[in-house]
């Protein structure tokens, strides 16, 4: 078992290695100039660039291990060291040292806060969310570690082989990654990662998009941002809660890095900008696609606008009338609609999510309260009544926002605001075929939609409070400091008290709480519904001494014993909640107790060398003490003492778990 203080140093080492990886990248399209940008960036460059790597690496045959890692780290600023020194000219950062001291320290306070959130929740570095695709992703990541391949495009882990099949894979690629580089097992290694990704890339990423629309108030509206980040129930900590969508939650967060990247391109400052933006925008574009492909589709949507600039600025370069100006960025920005909407209905796996019926449907039967809460800032917030102060000073501050929006010319802002409220309000009502034909995408489920509304109320947000903290500059007439002085301490303490305002809010305190509930092990299993319990996360780390390294082990993933995978590195035959795609572990699961009379059974045992099979009582993840409702698809598994198929190796004396070896196929 890992101890907190080897968490905190492979947290420090996993968080050093992403940001200093990135930093030289971004550094390669910038060209070794603004610097604070290419921090901002950095984090968002490193998740791309590695997930792009794990499918390259696959093909040329080279390993997803630690001296990979290493060699990868030391070529990028190898190169970036001999561009640094002989080709670039001098950095010309355009704020001053005291304006990037104090965004870097609003940035570490925001990480510092964020941190504390989540891992106050977590009882050992190796907590893990008791939900249904926890056991998934989990396992994923072990199995990455283990097999030294990370590629999205040969992921089957339920199938029989488990090289074939896209899965978007970033997530577990980069949690395999720490844990390699670090030897920590996956729970920890997603746990470490879960904090990289909600107290540092997603506020970087927000911080670089408030870089590039802050023009010359950039200095102040990024440390603004970064605060920011973390006002909403909805996004990040939501999704460390429901799901567990660890590949939604590492996508999204990547998508503000992305639009600072696609202003850069439409805004055609110089040919050799807009060349270097184009390739910098591919290559994230493909990471995030990786990362999970329904964030393109946010990304366009949030990016729509943008398209209309840019449309009217290819315009500019030959005339510079505005109604061609106008015509020719509506043409664009329609056009890239009706394109996206025609090439997601001919490919297979978006055309299914689009065409066939919703897995989820509406919460509401008309439009009335969705628009309502998108009025008044509760959209996606649990319990809306209870919170409506809270949403409310939020919703008020978009609105300064907005008016800050329009004062330096982001209207793009405004529009995206409009248009992807009202399509998140939609979800909430919309049924149907139309519901899967907008929200198919995101499988109709209304948390993945309204989390993503987040990533334009962000930027928002913080233009809002700029907007606030420079009318209380004026009104305040702070005159017994140099001027650019008083400004960085006044933006310092606005920073903050807007960070313990945030993070000390009702709302956010209970989502918080929520986490904290999946993210525990009950010492009793009376009224959980959870998939481990505090005695059967000991019993796991048991299994190495009775179960040799190599061995299968077969158990019903339901009550939890599908985490040995991740817990111990021991293969389970049934590694995720959901039925199983592998037609030999179905066999098994229904006929193991016949291995005496079937020798179809035992030829799949000693196939898979699956000699070993766990019980762990009658606990069910969301059925309680329910053995009829979770055997159900698991018959084989009962009884298999008294058929005479397996004995008893270990049984723990504190609960109700053991460790039966088959003796019928020995």
Request: aromatic share 14%; charged share 15%; net charge neutral.
């Amino acid at each position: 078992m890992t101890g907190w203080l080897y968490f905190w140093l492979a947290a420090l080492l996993s968080t050093a290695y992403l940001g200093t990886l990135g930093y030289p990248l971004v550094a390669f399209f910038l060209r070794g100039k603004r610097s604070l940008l290419t921090l901002l960036l950095a984090p968002a460059a490193a998740v791309s660039f590695l997930g792009v790597a794990a499918v390259g690496f696959h093909y040329l045959h080279i390993p997803w291990a630690a001296l990979t890692f290493l060699v990868t780290w030391g070529i990028v600023w190898l190169i970036f060291l001999i561009l640094k020194l002989t080709v670039w000219t001098p950095d010309k950062e355009t704020l001053r040292s005291s304006t990037s001291l104090t965004v870097l320290g609003v940035g570490l306070l925001t990480a510092a806060t964020a941190t504390i959130l989540f891992a106050y929740r977590l009882q050992f570095p190796d907590s893990i969310s008791q939900t249904f695709d926890a056991v998934f992703h989990l396992n994923q990541t072990e199995l990455f570690m283990r097999r030294a391949d990370a590629s999205s495009l040969h992921v089957a882990l339920t199938a029989k082989n488990q090289w074939q099949g896209f899965y978007p894979a970033v997530w577990h690629g980069i949690a395999a990654l720490i844990g390699i580089l670090t030897k920590v097992n996956a729970p920890v290694a997603t746990n470490i990662l879960s904090i990289f990704v909600i107290a540092i890339l997603w506020p970087a990423s927000v911080g670089s998009l408030a870089y590039v629309i802050g023009g010359k108030k950039r200095g102040k509206l990024i440390p603004l941002a970064m605060v920011a980040s973390l006002a909403f129930v909805q996004f990040p900590f939501h999704l460390l809660d429901y799901g567990v969508l660890y590949p939604t939650l590492i996508a999204y967060a990547l998508v503000p890095a992305l639009l600072a990247v696609l202003i850069s391109i439409v805004n055609l400052d110089s040919i050799t900008d807009f060349i270097a933006g184009v390739v910098g925008f591919a290559i994230m574009s493909i990471g995030l696609s990786l990362a999970h492909p329904s964030a393109d589709f946010v990304l366009f949507l949030i990016g729509l606008p943008l398209l209309f600039r840019f449309g009217r600025n290819l315009m500019g370069l030959v005339s510079k009338n505005l109604v061609l100006g106008s015509l020719a960025g509506a043409v664009v920005m329609a056009g890239s609609a009706v394109a996206v909407n025609y090439v997601s209905l001919k490919l297979p796996m978006t055309a299914h999510q689009r065409l066939s019926p919703p897995e989820w449907g509406p919460v509401y039967p008309t439009y009335r309260k969705p628009f309502w809460y998108l009025a008044t800032g509760a959209l996606g917030i649990p319990e809306p009544e209870r919170a409506w102060v809270y949403s409310l000073v939020l919703q008020l501050l978009i609105l300064a926002g907005m008016i800050w929006a329009v004062k330096n010319k982001q209207l793009w802002m405004i529009f995206s605001y409009l248009t992807f409220g009202a399509f998140t309000a939609g979800a909430f009502f919309i049924t149907g075929p139309l519901r899967a034909y907008l929200y198919g995408l995101w499988y109709s489920d209304l948390n993945r939609i309204y989390s993503a509304f987040v990533i334009i109320q962000v930027p928002l947000l913080a233009a809002g409070l700029l907007y606030v903290f420079e009318k209380l500059q004026v009104y305040l007439s702070i005159n017994n400091l140099e001027r650019g002085r008083a400004t960085q301490v006044g933006l310092l303490a606005a920073s903050s008290l807007a960070l313990v305002f945030f993070a000390s809010s009702g709302p956010l305190s209970a989502q918080l709480f929520r986490v904290g509930l999946s993210y525990d092990f009950d010492e009793t299993r009376v009224d959980s519904n959870e998939l481990l319990d505090a005695n059967e996360r000991e019993f796991l780390y048991k299994v190495p001494e009775y179960v040799p390294e190599g061995d299968a082990i077969i158990g019903n993933p339901w009550n939890g014993s599908g985490l040995v995978q991740a817990f111990v590195e021991r293969e389970a035959l049934f590694p995720h909640v959901h039925n199983s795609n592998n037609p030999d572990a179905r066999y098994l699961a229904e006929h193991l107790n016949e291995a005496k009379s079937d020798p179809k059974v035992c030829q799949i045992v000693n196939e898979y060398k699956a000699y070993y099979v766990l019980e762990m009582g009658d606990y069910w993840l969301w059925g309680g003490f329910d053995p009829g409702r979770r055997f159900q698809h698991y018959p084989g598994l009962e009884n298999l003492i008294s058929d005479g198929v397996a004995e008893p190796v270990y049984v723990d004396p504190d609960g109700f778990d053991r460790i039966l070896k088959i003796t019928a196929c020995n």
